[in-house]
């Protein structure tokens, strides 16, 4: 027996027909419960066997073909071989053609063929990001999966000009315009599922760089039970949301999951009774019942503006993508001062350090003081593949006696988690609330060393301490608590 989709994609979407199995003397296909006798008899003779049917409802026959179709696909790195065996390499070394005759250039169709696979192979892969980076010699493409870059393909360094046409092409973008970085956005649909990528080229010495940051619309929202916060943790954190005014700051680098932890915040805040608007840089996903806002530089609508414009629209709370400069601080500790609850991302490595970041960018203490309500640090770390983990027999030797020792896992890796040994991520958290001490030492200007220690003092965890809780549980390895925080 193989699985396998002999049928076209769009024929089987269409028509209502797919092939679940098939077996030397018959075939097993899925009937959509409104397909009709023409799609039968072509899958009949497409297959030539005998056919086993199964009806299906319309819901439960779109997930099996987004299931068959979404995860059947060759893998990219053969299809792009298979492409520089066939592309004309010297006629792709030169210059591009105008829009005109790359569109209908013969070579288009193994380009668009390669292209298709590396963001099919990204989507079943669960990957954040592709990168498309040209050298002297060869291109590479990259995925980012749970947080690190892994290299799947190495495409002829001729064909890098006419992949990096097409996506650009794809995102509406200047195919013309080398010189100068672009960003641009594109809309997918992988097997029924909405795929937004957001397309960022940049020139280098070698030709253009390409980052294509994917966003699946039809994934689910996590709420903040799903984050992975321990329980005092998230009851505080909710306690600070419920604040009737007061800014709430979540920070970390980039791609720590700032924007998914205030997308989870907002969830739990009822919209039918708040007026509750976003700007934001992008938009990732839609939220009901909440105004949201795209900065748009063009236009000169940055977070400034936009806010200016929000706290004439009677809001009670605001969520900032990210404060980037004064202007938006002082428009955030103004909004708050005035009855409204401010959420927001700062680029900061702990919870203490965000109130020196404000104060440095010329946040007046004594304003600060009065209006930070807490700060939530957090990080990603990947999560060991619980089919293929396996006891670290010498980390538990080393630590035999010791009560407090962690149960030690090791990453193995399988087919399950792509050889990496990890499968999906979890956060680990810093949570300090600013209260008596420490509101007292931030008025006054203290050192960021003293805001730690008060922090600590007061409970708050440090991100290690809270990750160490995760690898006790075995749910990360301690390998990947250091390399998170290279502690």
């Known amino acids: 027996m193989s699985s396998a989709a002999p049928l076209p994609y769009g024929f089987a979407r269409s028509h209502g027909v797919l092939v679940r199995a098939l077996h030397a003397d018959h075939a097993e296909v899925v009937l959509r419960e409104d397909a009709g006798l023409g799609a039968l008899a072509e899958a009949r003779r497409v297959l030539a066997r005998p056919l086993k049917l199964h009806t299906f409802a319309r819901a439960q026959f779109d997930a099996q073909l987004a299931e068959t179709y979404g995860n059947g696909e060759r893998n990219a790195a053969d299809i792009v071989a298979d492409v520089g065996q066939e592309v004309d390499l010297e006629q792709l070394m030169t210059e591009m053609p105008a829009v005109e005759d790359l569109l209908d250039s013969q070579d288009d169709a193994p380009i668009i063929r390669m292209i298709n696979a590396l963001l099919a192979q990204a989507v079943r892969d669960r990957a954040s990001d592709v990168h498309i980076e040209p050298y002297e010699q060869a291109s590479v493409v990259r995925l980012r999966r749970d947080g690190v870059l892994q290299d799947i393909a190495r495409p002829h360094r001729g064909l890098h000009a006419a992949m990096a046409s097409r996506i650009k092409i794809m995102a509406n973008l200047d195919i013309a315009e080398k010189r100068l970085p672009q960003d641009g956005r594109i809309g997918l649909r992988l097997a029924g599922r909405q795929i937004d990528v957001r397309v960022s080229t940049l020139p280098t010495t070698h030709g253009e760089r390409l980052v294509l940051r994917l966003l699946d619309k039809s994934a689910g929202q996590l709420g903040l039970d799903a984050l992975g916060m321990d329980g005092d943790t998230e009851a505080a954190f909710q306690d600070l949301l419920a604040q009737p005014h007061g800014i ?7 791609g720590s999951g700032k924007s998914t932890t205030l997308y989870a915040a907002l969830r739990t805040l009822d919209a039918s009774r708040l007026n509750i608007v976003t700007v934001e840089d992008p938009v990732e996903f839609d939220l009901p019942g909440v105004g949201q806002i795209q900065v748009n530089p063009r236009i000169e609508l940055d977070f400034a503006r936009a806010l200016r414009a929000i706290l ?27 009855g409204h609850l401010v959420l927001a991302t700062l680029h900061t490595n702990d919870a203490p350090s965000a109130v020196t970041r404000l104060i440095d960018m010329g946040v007046e203490p004594f304003l600060l003081a009065s209006t930070l309500r807490g700060v939530l640090a957090q990080r990603l770390v990947r999560k060991l593949c619980p089919a293929c983990r396996t006891p670290d027999t010498l980390a538990a030797a080393a630590a035999n006696g010791l009560d407090d020792a962690p149960a030690r896992w090791r990453a193995q890796g399988c ?6 040994g990890y499968r999906g991520r979890i956060g680990i958290y810093e949570l300090m609330r600013v209260d008596g001490e420490l509101e007292a030492l931030i008025h006054d200007g203290r050192q960021e060393a003293e805001l730690r220690r008060a922090a600590r003092a007061a409970g708050a965890r440090s991100l290690v301490d809270d990750g160490m809780r995760h690898v006790r549980a075995g749910t990360t390895s301690l390998d990947e608590l250091q390399r998170v925080m290279r502690d």
């Open 415 to 420: 087919s399950q988690c792509g050889s990496s």
């Open 312 to 338: 004439r629209q009677d809001p009670d709370v605001i969520m900032i993508g990210e404060i980037r400069d004064l202007e938006t601080a002082r428009i955030a500790v103004q909004a708050s001062l005035t």
């Open 248 to 254: 709430l700051l979540v920070t970390g680098p980039t």
